[in-house]
């Protein structure tokens, strides 16, 4: 089963990864070998459709991709001895998450992540602002404070 090129979406796969792994930019560049600004630029959208598949094949071996995600992005799997069209139930419902996910990637609101990346942000920077001043009470939830 394979996924036509032209819905192959690298962007959300980066995204996902960013999401459910924690990784940064530099860690996926590092990973698959492509420059961080262009690993910004695919996640940002502003690199044009993705048609190379040397890119295809750093980022699926830079994320490690199992064989049965290799073949939805229409690359040859690893284990050449396995055989590609028997898929167990387990991989059936790994393919249909790992779809699902690539879906719902794929409708990300670049604008709406630029806004909670900066509304995150601007509470990381109030809470570092406000650890900084702020004395931890020595009691539990409760208690009264003893201190004058």
């Not at 089963?1 to 990864?17: E, Q, T, W």
């Not at 459709?49 to 190379?52: L, V």
């Not at 602002?129 to 900084?132: I, P, R, T």
């Given at each position: 089963?394979?996924?036509?090129?032209?819905?192959?979406?690298?962007?959300?796969?980066?995204?996902?990864?960013v999401k459910y792994d924690g990784a940064s930019q530099v860690r996926l560049s590092v990973a698959t070998g492509i420059?961080?600004?262009?690993i910004s630029a695919m996640v940002r959208g502003s690199a044009g459709?993705?048609?190379?598949l040397a890119v295809f094949e750093r980022v699926a071996d830079g994320l490690?991709?199992?064989d049965h995600a290799r073949m939805i992005l229409g690359l040859a799997p690893r284990d050449v001895a396995a055989p590609t069209h028997d898929v167990d139930e387990e991989g059936r419902e790994q393919i249909a998450e790992l779809t699902s996910r690539l879906d719902a990637?794929?409708?990300?609101?670049?604008?709406?992540?630029?806004?909670?990346?900066?509304?995150?942000?601007?509470l990381r920077f109030l809470d570092r602002?406000?650890?900084?001043t702020h004395q931890p009470r020595d009691h539990a939830v409760g208690q009264q404070d003893l201190r004058p």
């Open positions: 089963m394979g996924v036509p090129a032209g819905s192959r979406d690298i962007a959300g796969l980066l995204k996902l990864a420059s961080q600004p262009r459709p993705i048609t190379e490690g991709l199992p990637a794929a409708v990300i609101d670049a604008t709406m992540v630029m806004i909670l990346s900066t509304d995150t942000n601007n602002k406000l650890g900084a």
